[in-house]
Each structure stands twice: as C-alpha cells, then as structure tokens.
C-alpha cells in the first residue's frame, strides 16, 4: 500500500464515521497506521515466516545465502542491532534476531540469575519475544517519524520533487522485524506443556522455535556434562506439538528447528520401548552400554532387554540413568538429525563440542545420504575458545603437512606471544571465514552467537568502570562513549529521540493542534546533537 493510498483510505474511513469525526485528519491517522504495519505478534511471525521460508530456497540454491544472527537479552539490544544493520548494510536481509534461552535464564528470570537448566519460568520466553518486536516497531516509528518530518518540510519548502522522492522511499521502507529463531529449551514438559508454550510463543512473534532432545528435568546448557537424552519418539511428540502450535495459529510455514545433544550426552533416562528388532525403539536402545546376563548371577533391580536372543544388563547408575557406549555420539547424533527431519522438522542444530568445519560435514554428509537438503543452524559460541581452537588446527595441519612447528607450544596456543605469528595470522583468517566455509562445506544455513550481547555488555561496562572511577573521571565516558557515539553515528546518542520523545511530540499534535504542549522545543539540551 502506497503513502497516498493509506491517506485514502483513512479519508473514506473518517467519512464513513459521520460529520462527529471531521476533525481527525486522514494523513496523521494514516501515518499512524504506517508505523504499526504489524499491529499483532501472530502478524509478525507470518511475515517473518515467509521471509525465512524464501531464505531456505534461496541457500538451497546457493549456500552463499547463508544467514545469520546475535543473541540479544533485551528489546533494546536487539533494536540497537537493527539500527546498525540497516545503516552499515543498507538492508536487514538475511540478518535474524536469535532469542537464547540460556540469556533468559541468566538475565530474564524473576528468580534472578539462574544457570542454562530450565529453571525460569517459562513464561519468561514470550514476553522476551513480544519486547524484541516492541522494540523493533518502535524503531521503525521513529525512523518513519523523521521522515514524514522531512516531508513536512520538504513541502512547506515547496518543493515537490523532494517530497515526492520522500514519499517513494516511505513506499519502500524495510522495516527493522526480521525473523526471530527462539529457544524453547527441551519443551519446559510434556508433549502438551511444549504445545502450550509453543503457542505463546507464536502469539508474540515467534517464526522459527527450536527445541533439544534432552530430558525437560534434567536439561543442561549444550556445553555442559550431565546431558540427558529422550528416545526419539518422546522428542518426536514434542515436534509435532509445535507443528500442530503453528498450523492452529495460522502460521503455515513456521519452522522448527530439532537439536541434537547427543553428540556430547552420554546418558539416558529410559530405555526405549520396542515392538520388533530394527524399529526406532530398537535402534536406540541399540547403543545403550550393555552386560551379557548370566541367569545364575541376577542381582536385585537389575533391568534387562533382549537382542538378537540375548538377555542383556543396560548399566545402571545411582543416578538410576542409563549410560551408551563411548564413541556411539555421532551415530546417534546423526540418527537423531534423520528421525527429526522425518517427523517434521525443518532444519537441525547440533551442538558440537568445538567449531571444526570437517567433524560438522561429516555427520551432515551422513544425514544428507537419506534427506538430500538437510541443512543446519549452528551456534559459533562463545563457549568455544575460539583463538585456541584454530591455532590449534592449524599446528595439527602444519604438523601433518611436515612443516616445523618447533616454534609453537601447542598447549600454550592462546598465549599473547603468538599473536603476530604466522600461525596465529592463518588461524584468525579461518575463524574469518568459517561460517562461509561451513555454509559451502557443512550445510549451515543460519550461524548464530548465542551470547555475544551478554560479553559485549560486560566487557563494555568494565571499561567505562574502569575510566569513569578511576583518574579519567567524566572524560572516560566522554572520550570513549559520548564522542564515539557523536562520530560514528550511533542512533542513541540522541537518546530522548530513540526513547520515542518526537514520536510523543507528533501524536501530541495529532490529538491537540497548536494546543499541544511538546518536549522537542529550543530550551530541549538534544538540540545540542543537532548536527551528529
């Protein structure tokens, strides 16, 4: 819909109420309506939806359309993003808002700061979601503000030919929503209590929900011991109750994203159920670490299964959990990825215990054997030592290819003395272009970091500390917070501005005429940022 169309049809509207609404003026109404293009969570989640659906296609096409997206803990980071996406990139294409529940649980929670094992309340997730988008629509008012202020003055100038070229980029404006993958954890429950939340979630935005296939109670962040696994078919419920959250809330192409962390749990809370050897059940059971049964020497509570007309001991621990066998993780990491895939998802995470293109590509290699367009959303986390990790590839490299590394201690990679090294110059350059290598190589479509604005809020925070209260006093903020904002064009400097005070002065005037009393006049210290 077009500026002067939306004007129209508001005129028709206004007529349409009777001579009593002759004095709400059509534009103002009209440029009101623009700034909320997406009035409901469910309308954003549709729209987000699409836009990541042809996102798909589009790296299915070619794996340089990958896409990416940073953590953000609060609507104000995630609109701060945004902003500075649409000003260095010109277009938030292929750019998505990842919502990591491992920031809500440390910095969301009534209860206060609480580790990655689903402790929070889950009602935690949604209203994290519905203040993201908030805070994107509010960036898209205020960026729409100014220029229908630009308008104004473009036409009290009299000239038509910039007001006619303001309306056209209003006509074309993107806007600051994009889709959002948002971590659902293992499903805070049963197959119903993922269901419902599935649909809160929906409600407030969501497009895109992923969720792990470990035991509710006993879920642990990724990078973490003490993972506990589902069979299959428990985890499957879970999927198809998302599947059945979007399709009854009218989000056909929502997606679901089924992570594994099986790579790294070695352990279980149930064996699986089984009907005939080979069946899902059968096979998951398959790699459970197993003692042959002597039947003289059965011990109390001892549980047993059969296979290939054995009488087998699943080792049991005080735990009362199962453990598989060592070395059967990406075998059932890949088994889980297949089965998902199977059963209604749409992409994978697998949770890896370092970012190593060629262990990823081997078990995407395997899974894309049965489901050719398997691709992946993988977490470049901050869990990894990233620095370490790559120095160390490359010496491993080095090493095999017979080139001398007596320079190096592999142990002692990450050190500071290395870092103008040869080494360190090849490690940083794969670290560089590891998401494109690992989109061509890995079949990664989406790279995310789970907890970048949780590292950067911290590290940014100590430093001003550190000035502020120390001999820099005020000149800490103002050399290296204000004066950076004022050069490098940071939004928020104008900080009454990005908090919505014109958005206020205009709906002011919408409402009262001449009468309204607005904060943006001549004494407003902003005026000070005039030309930033």
Known sequence: MTYQSAIANMRTAIEAGGPSWNAIDPEATARMAIQNRFPTGLDIAKYT????????????????????????????????????????????????????????????SEFGPLPDQSMHEKTSVPALIEELYTFLKQADARELGMMFRDLDAARDAGDEVKAKEIENKIDNYETHLVPIIADIDAGFGNAEATYLLAKKMIEAGACALQIENQVSDEKQCGHQDGKVTVPHEDFLQKIRACRHAFLEMGVEDGVIVARTDSLGAGLTKQIAYSKEPGDLGDQYNSFLDCDEVDPANITNGQVFISRDGKLLAPKRLPSNLYQFRSGTGEDRCVLDCITSLQNGADLLWIETEKPHVEQIAGMVDRVREVIPNAKLVYNNSPSFNWTLNFRQQVFDAWEEAGKDVSAYDRDKLMSVDYDSTELAAEADEKIRTFQRDASKRAGIFHHLITLPTYHTAALSTDNLAKEYFGDAAMLGYVKNVQREEIRQGIACVKHQNMAGSDIGDDHKEYFAGEAALKAGGKDNTMNQFAAA
């Not at 096409?61 to 990958?66: L, T």
């Not at 940073?70 to 260095?88: E, R, T, V, Y």
């Not at 938030?92 to 808002?97: E, G």
């Open 49 to 108: 939806a699409k836009i990541m659906r042809a996102d798909m296609e589009a790296y299915d096409a070619d794996p340089a359309n990958y896409t990416q997206s940073l953590g953000c803990w609060h609507g104000f980071i995630a609109q701060q993003k945004m902003i500075s996406i649409k000003k260095h990139f010109g277009s938030t294409k292929q750019r998505y808002l990842y919502l990591s529940g491992w920031m809500v649980a440390a910095l969301r």
